[in-house]
């Protein structure tokens, strides 16, 4: 497909709850307010696509860039690339999708973690925090969990909204897999009280970082848990 053909495609998928969803949280006028698995079968119909991935992308349209997501090769972007790539990002939820289908997959990712770790750019460092989540429950060697719960604790409360949610998810995995760290980490969520009220679905695990230390620890006691 060609970028314009992809674009008509997507158009033609738009509905407008979703849209208005979109809108309410952040996304701006950039949209057609497509449904993510309807995005999902256009991707599996496409296939990856390197070069028309790149191009929607730089459209600004959010859909347009969450199929982008779906047809990129982690692998044939350079670092210099997909760092340009997070930080230009516009709404939480394709940060969400990047994050998880692009740089959690790419060969550069503790480098730039490290990276993004040290910088003041929201986006870069909602990454660099989602990467640090992810190694706390993968490879925690060589990290250095006190300190990060230093850094939380001390940066938390004023940090952007777009990265106070992957340093609550970084809290919340300390806590749940350093069974040692797990009285500390519950009482910085307590002191700061970041998504003491967010609003949760039925059926859902609230973000609150002591009720998710708890509700994960109950339901898999010892599961993963380190000591150290």
């Not at 509905?15 to 449904?35: H, I, L, P, T």
């Not at 199929?67 to 969400?96: G, M, N, Q, Y």
């Not at 990060?148 to 004023?158: N, V, Y």
Request: glycine share 6%; aromatic share 8%; with cysteine.
């Amino acid at each position: 497909m060609t970028l314009e053909e992809t674009l008509r495609q997507l158009e033609s998928l738009s509905n407008e709850s979703v849209r208005a969803w979109n809108a309410k949280n952040g996304a701006g006028d950039k949209q057609f307010g497509v449904k993510h698995g309807d995005i999902r079968v256009l991707a599996k119909k496409i296939k990856a696509d390197h070069e028309l991935a790149m191009s929607l992308w730089k459209t600004g349209n959010i859909d347009a860039q969450y199929l982008a997501i779906l047809l990129i090769k982690p692998k044939d972007l350079s670092s210099k690339e997909l760092d340009r790539l997070v930080r230009s990002v516009t709404f939480a939820w394709v940060a969400d999708w990047l994050n998880n289908y692009v740089v959690k997959q790419h060969p550069d990712k503790e480098t730039l973690r490290q990276e993004w770790m040290a910088t003041d750019h929201r986006w870069a460092a909602r990454a660099g925090w989602s990467l640090t989540a992810e190694r706390v429950v993968k490879s925690p060697d060589g990290l250095d969990p006190p300190a990060l719960l230093d850094r939380i604790e001390s940066e938390m409360a004023d940090a952007a909204p777009e990265v106070q949610w992957t340093m609550n998810s970084a809290l919340a995995e300390i806590g749940i897999h350093f069974a040692k760290l797990r009285k500390r980490a519950i009482a910085i969520g307590e002191k700061l009280g970041v998504y003491r009220d967010y609003p949760v679905s039925k059926g859902c695990t609230s973000p609150f970082a002591p009720i998710w230390i708890n509700f994960m620890v109950s339901r898999h006691p010892g599961k993963g848990v380190r000591l150290d």
